[in-house]
């Protein structure tokens, strides 16, 4: 069975603080890393794609992949209030390169910015 | 440029009682995808269309559960009959690629209560 894991916090940080949110997967054959937003009631939303072993920055965002590790994550720099939703780590479990066919959902983490 | 839009927003149906969405894709996109999420998890793949061809079913509970795309444009998922473990939010999203990436949009989803 092919997973996806993340800690479903909450995650509570003080605003203006960085947010580390972590993600591990199980299939080693994963090329495509994705972390969605969602906020409560409301759909996932993009927010990073990664598909290559270091960093990749995106304004306040960061995500991290290291695929010796399988390990994937993203930093949220200057965290706010608005920052506060469920972070879905999904991963791309086919040999698609950059398609996300088959995306496997972690249960996401509840990330809470405290004013 | 139009969102993913999806409709009905809500159902309330009774155990055994039959409910279908609907799912109208961003203009242009050719793979559109169903997936369901239950309260606390991540989206699970349903079934992912390529035009009017299914290309993953794997994850859908054929005995109860229907999809179909005519025309490579609209789509709706059928549940008949529903049981109470059927109560979650099922989101359609639409995707193309560019320049070999593939980016998923989720419409708002349907939110399903099975009484």
């Known amino acids: 069975q092919k997973e996806v894991e993340q800690n479903s916090g909450p995650l509570s940080v003080p605003e203006g603080a960085i947010a580390s949110l972590n993600c591990t997967y199980s299939?080693?054959?994963?090329?495509?890393f994705f972390w969605y937003r969602q906020y409560s009631g409301k759909s996932p939303e993009l927010i990073m794609s990664?598909?290559?072993?270091g960093d990749k920055e995106d304004g306040r965002f960061t995500a991290q992949l290291n695929k010796a590790s399988q390990y994937v994550s993203l930093l949220i720099r200057d965290s706010q209030p608005s920052d506060s939703a469920t972070y879905l780590c999904?991963?791309?479990?086919?040999?698609?390169?950059?398609?996300?066919?088959?995306?496997?959902f972690g249960k996401g983490t509840k990330l809470s910015v405290k004013p | 440029e139009a969102g993913v839009a999806q409709s009905p927003r809500y159902k309330i149906i009774e155990k055994r009682q039959s409910v279908a969405f609907w799912c109208n894709p961003i203009?242009?996109?050719?793979?559109l995808y169903w997936y369901q999420q239950i309260l606390g998890q991540g989206p699970k793949l349903l079934i992912q269309?390529?035009?009017?061809?299914?290309?993953?079913d794997s994850q859908l509970p054929k005995d109860r559960f229907s999809a179909e795309r005519l025309k490579g444009v609209d789509s709706t998922l059928k549940i008949q009959p529903a049981k109470l473990e059927d109560s979650a939010v099922y989101l359609c999203?639409?995707?193309?690629?560019?320049?070999?990436?593939?980016?998923?949009?989720f419409g708002p989803g349907t939110r399903l209560l099975v009484l």
């Open positions: 999203a639409s995707s193309f690629k560019f320049w070999g990436q593939e980016t998923q949009y």
């Open positions: 299939d080693r054959g994963s090329q495509s």
């Open positions: 990664i598909y290559s072993n």
């Open positions: 999904a991963v791309n479990i086919g040999p698609y390169g950059g398609s996300q066919g088959n995306l496997i």
């Open positions: 203009s242009g996109h050719a793979t």
């Open positions: 269309f390529q035009n009017n061809g299914v290309v993953d």
